[in-house]
Protein backbone atom coordinates (compact mmCIF):
# COMPACT_ATOMS: atom_id res chain seq x y z
CA UNK A 1 0.00 0.00 0.00
CA UNK A 2 1.10 3.85 -0.18
CA UNK A 3 3.45 4.85 2.24
CA UNK A 4 2.98 8.52 3.83
CA UNK A 5 5.72 9.97 6.16
CA UNK A 6 5.95 13.09 8.18
CA UNK A 7 8.70 15.01 9.41
CA UNK A 8 9.92 16.10 11.64
CA UNK A 9 8.24 13.29 14.22
CA UNK A 10 9.01 15.96 17.09
CA UNK A 11 9.19 19.55 16.90
CA UNK A 12 9.36 22.11 19.94
CA UNK A 13 9.27 25.89 19.43
CA UNK A 14 9.00 29.20 20.89
CA UNK A 15 5.83 31.23 20.22
CA UNK A 16 6.50 33.29 17.21
CA UNK A 17 8.49 31.15 15.65
CA UNK A 18 8.09 29.73 12.33
CA UNK A 19 7.96 26.05 11.02
CA UNK A 20 7.27 24.23 8.43
CA UNK A 21 6.13 20.27 8.53
CA UNK A 22 6.85 17.77 5.75
CA UNK A 23 4.50 15.04 4.36
CA UNK A 24 5.83 12.40 1.33
CA UNK A 25 4.23 9.99 0.15
CA UNK A 26 4.99 7.04 -2.39
CA UNK A 27 2.19 7.21 -5.40
CA UNK A 28 -0.06 9.01 -6.90
CA UNK A 29 -2.61 10.74 -5.43
CA UNK A 30 -5.78 12.74 -6.18
CA UNK A 31 -6.62 13.69 -2.45
CA UNK A 32 -4.38 15.52 0.06
CA UNK A 33 -5.78 17.15 3.83
CA UNK A 34 -3.38 18.15 6.62
CA UNK A 35 -5.58 18.20 9.77
CA UNK A 36 -4.50 19.37 13.76
CA UNK A 37 -5.37 17.21 16.24
CA UNK A 38 -5.75 19.17 19.52
CA UNK A 39 -5.02 17.74 22.90
CA UNK A 40 -8.47 16.89 24.10
CA UNK A 41 -8.34 14.06 20.58
CA UNK A 42 -10.18 16.26 17.82
CA UNK A 43 -9.00 16.32 14.40
CA UNK A 44 -9.66 19.80 12.77
CA UNK A 45 -9.28 19.95 9.08
CA UNK A 46 -6.87 22.24 7.75
CA UNK A 47 -6.56 22.31 4.27
CA UNK A 48 -7.88 20.17 1.25
CA UNK A 49 -5.17 20.48 -1.02
CA UNK A 50 -4.69 17.85 -3.44
CA UNK A 51 -2.23 20.34 -5.28
CA UNK A 52 -1.05 23.92 -5.30
CA UNK A 53 -1.00 26.99 -2.68
CA UNK A 54 -3.91 27.34 -0.12
CA UNK A 55 -3.48 29.86 2.55
CA UNK A 56 -5.70 30.78 6.02
CA UNK A 57 -4.30 33.11 8.10
CA UNK A 58 -0.82 31.87 9.95
CA UNK A 59 -1.10 28.83 7.90
CA UNK A 60 -0.64 27.77 4.24
CA UNK A 61 -0.08 24.46 2.36
CA UNK A 62 1.34 23.83 -0.67
CA UNK A 63 1.33 20.49 -2.28
CA UNK A 64 3.52 19.07 -5.46
CA UNK A 65 1.89 16.06 -6.38
CA UNK A 66 4.19 15.03 -9.42
CA UNK A 67 6.85 15.08 -6.91
CA UNK A 68 4.77 13.83 -4.18
CA UNK A 69 5.00 15.89 -0.90
CA UNK A 70 3.74 18.11 0.53
CA UNK A 71 4.66 21.42 2.51
CA UNK A 72 2.61 22.89 6.21
CA UNK A 73 3.70 26.70 7.12
CA UNK A 74 2.95 27.92 10.81
CA UNK A 75 3.96 31.38 11.08
CA UNK A 76 4.03 33.40 14.28
CA UNK A 77 3.35 30.19 16.43
CA UNK A 78 0.87 30.50 19.13
CA UNK A 79 0.54 28.17 22.51
CA UNK A 80 -2.71 26.93 20.68
CA UNK A 81 -1.01 25.42 17.64
CA UNK A 82 0.62 22.86 20.07
CA UNK A 83 -0.70 18.83 19.05
CA UNK A 84 -0.05 16.58 16.77
CA UNK A 85 -0.43 17.68 12.92
CA UNK A 86 -1.55 14.92 10.35
CA UNK A 87 -1.60 14.68 6.85
CA UNK A 88 -3.75 11.97 5.13
CA UNK A 89 -3.69 11.05 1.12
CA UNK A 90 -6.12 9.49 -0.83
CA UNK A 91 -4.52 7.29 -3.59
CA UNK A 92 -5.91 7.62 -7.21
CA UNK A 93 -7.82 4.75 -7.74
CA UNK A 94 -7.78 3.24 -5.12
CA UNK A 95 -11.26 4.06 -3.57
CA UNK A 96 -12.59 6.53 -1.25
CA UNK A 97 -10.29 6.06 1.64
CA UNK A 98 -7.43 8.07 2.90
CA UNK A 99 -4.33 7.14 4.48
CA UNK A 100 -2.53 8.83 7.39
CA UNK A 101 0.83 9.72 8.17
CA UNK A 102 2.45 8.83 11.00
CA UNK A 103 1.98 12.60 12.36
CA UNK A 104 4.23 15.58 13.84
CA UNK A 105 3.95 16.00 17.42
CA UNK A 106 4.49 19.93 17.83
CA UNK A 107 4.58 22.06 21.44
CA UNK A 108 4.66 25.35 21.67
CA UNK A 109 6.20 27.17 24.50
CA UNK A 110 6.52 30.62 26.18
CA UNK B 1 -25.91 22.58 13.49
CA UNK B 2 -24.27 20.13 11.12
CA UNK B 3 -21.72 17.56 11.86
CA UNK B 4 -20.74 14.05 13.31
CA UNK B 5 -21.97 12.96 16.41
CA UNK B 6 -20.46 10.25 18.09
CA UNK B 7 -21.02 8.33 21.54
CA UNK B 8 -20.74 7.58 24.10
CA UNK B 9 -17.60 9.65 24.48
CA UNK B 10 -16.20 7.25 27.36
CA UNK B 11 -16.92 4.01 27.84
CA UNK B 12 -15.77 1.27 30.10
CA UNK B 13 -16.50 -2.50 29.85
CA UNK B 14 -15.17 -6.03 30.58
CA UNK B 15 -12.75 -7.90 28.87
CA UNK B 16 -15.17 -10.43 26.84
CA UNK B 17 -17.93 -7.99 26.55
CA UNK B 18 -19.31 -6.65 23.02
CA UNK B 19 -19.27 -2.78 22.56
CA UNK B 20 -21.14 -1.04 19.97
CA UNK B 21 -20.09 2.25 19.43
CA UNK B 22 -22.22 5.00 17.35
CA UNK B 23 -21.94 7.49 14.98
CA UNK B 24 -24.54 9.95 13.25
CA UNK B 25 -23.74 12.16 10.32
CA UNK B 26 -26.31 14.93 9.35
CA UNK B 27 -23.88 16.32 6.50
CA UNK B 28 -26.21 14.00 3.91
CA UNK B 29 -22.72 12.51 3.19
CA UNK B 30 -22.45 8.97 1.27
CA UNK B 31 -19.09 7.39 2.86
CA UNK B 32 -18.55 6.87 6.42
CA UNK B 33 -15.60 5.53 8.04
CA UNK B 34 -14.02 4.36 11.14
CA UNK B 35 -10.47 5.05 12.49
CA UNK B 36 -9.04 3.57 15.00
CA UNK B 37 -6.12 5.22 17.23
CA UNK B 38 -3.46 4.16 19.46
CA UNK B 39 -1.48 6.49 22.00
CA UNK B 40 1.12 8.36 20.08
CA UNK B 41 0.17 6.52 16.97
CA UNK B 42 -1.68 7.64 13.36
CA UNK B 43 -5.04 6.63 12.92
CA UNK B 44 -5.50 3.12 10.91
CA UNK B 45 -8.87 2.54 8.74
CA UNK B 46 -11.26 -0.44 10.12
CA UNK B 47 -14.04 -0.25 7.81
CA UNK B 48 -16.02 2.12 5.54
CA UNK B 49 -19.00 2.57 3.90
CA UNK B 50 -19.90 4.10 0.63
CA UNK B 51 -23.42 3.47 0.04
CA UNK B 52 -26.39 2.21 2.25
CA UNK B 53 -26.00 -1.76 3.05
CA UNK B 54 -22.70 -2.00 1.90
CA UNK B 55 -19.11 -1.66 3.27
CA UNK B 56 -15.64 -2.57 2.74
CA UNK B 57 -13.09 -3.98 5.13
CA UNK B 58 -9.85 -1.70 6.16
CA UNK B 59 -6.60 -2.53 7.31
CA UNK B 60 -7.33 -3.75 10.58
CA UNK B 61 -11.09 -5.33 10.57
CA UNK B 62 -10.60 -8.39 12.75
CA UNK B 63 -12.77 -8.38 15.79
CA UNK B 64 -14.67 -5.67 14.80
CA UNK B 65 -18.37 -5.57 12.77
CA UNK B 66 -20.41 -2.83 11.04
CA UNK B 67 -23.65 -2.49 9.70
CA UNK B 68 -24.92 0.73 7.11
CA UNK B 69 -28.94 0.34 7.37
CA UNK B 70 -29.43 4.07 7.17
CA UNK B 71 -27.33 6.50 5.21
CA UNK B 72 -27.31 9.41 8.78
CA UNK B 73 -26.01 6.07 10.30
CA UNK B 74 -22.44 3.72 10.72
CA UNK B 75 -22.32 2.22 13.82
CA UNK B 76 -19.37 -0.05 14.96
CA UNK B 77 -19.29 -3.04 17.27
CA UNK B 78 -16.37 -4.15 18.88
CA UNK B 79 -16.37 -7.70 19.70
CA UNK B 80 -14.69 -10.28 22.35
CA UNK B 81 -12.65 -11.49 19.38
CA UNK B 82 -10.68 -8.38 18.62
CA UNK B 83 -7.44 -8.67 20.94
CA UNK B 84 -6.61 -5.02 21.68
CA UNK B 85 -10.35 -3.45 22.10
CA UNK B 86 -8.91 0.01 24.37
CA UNK B 87 -8.53 2.47 21.71
CA UNK B 88 -9.39 5.93 20.74
CA UNK B 89 -12.39 5.26 17.93
CA UNK B 90 -12.88 8.03 14.94
CA UNK B 91 -15.81 8.09 12.68
CA UNK B 92 -15.62 10.42 9.63
CA UNK B 93 -17.43 10.56 6.24
CA UNK B 94 -17.50 12.50 3.35
CA UNK B 95 -19.58 12.74 -0.32
CA UNK B 96 -18.74 9.96 -2.51
CA UNK B 97 -18.23 10.91 -6.08
CA UNK B 98 -16.44 9.44 -9.31
CA UNK B 99 -13.43 11.44 -8.48
CA UNK B 100 -13.07 9.94 -5.07
CA UNK B 101 -11.93 13.78 -3.59
CA UNK B 102 -14.44 14.11 -1.07
CA UNK B 103 -12.87 16.71 2.28
CA UNK B 104 -12.93 14.17 5.17
CA UNK B 105 -15.05 15.87 8.24
CA UNK B 106 -14.47 13.68 11.88
CA UNK B 107 -16.73 13.32 15.02
CA UNK B 108 -15.02 14.13 18.26
CA UNK B 109 -13.87 10.61 18.89
CA UNK B 110 -14.87 7.67 21.44
CA UNK B 111 -12.71 6.47 24.19
CA UNK B 112 -12.99 2.77 24.50
CA UNK B 113 -11.19 1.27 28.16
CA UNK B 114 -11.25 -2.77 28.47
CA UNK B 115 -10.59 -3.50 32.15
Known amino acids: GIQVEQSPPDLILQEGANSTLRCNFSDSVNNLQWFHQNPWGQLINLFYIPSGTKQNGRLSATTVATERYSLLYISSSQTTDSGVYFCAVKLTGGGNKLTFGTGTQLKVEL | DGGITQSPKYLFRKEGQNVTLSCEQN?????MYWYRQDPGQGLRLIYYSQIVNDFQKGDIAEGYSVSREKKESFPLTVTSAQKNPTAFYLC??????????????FGEGSRLTVL
Open chain 2, 27 to 31: LNHDA
Open chain 2, 92 to 105: ASTHWDSQNTGELF
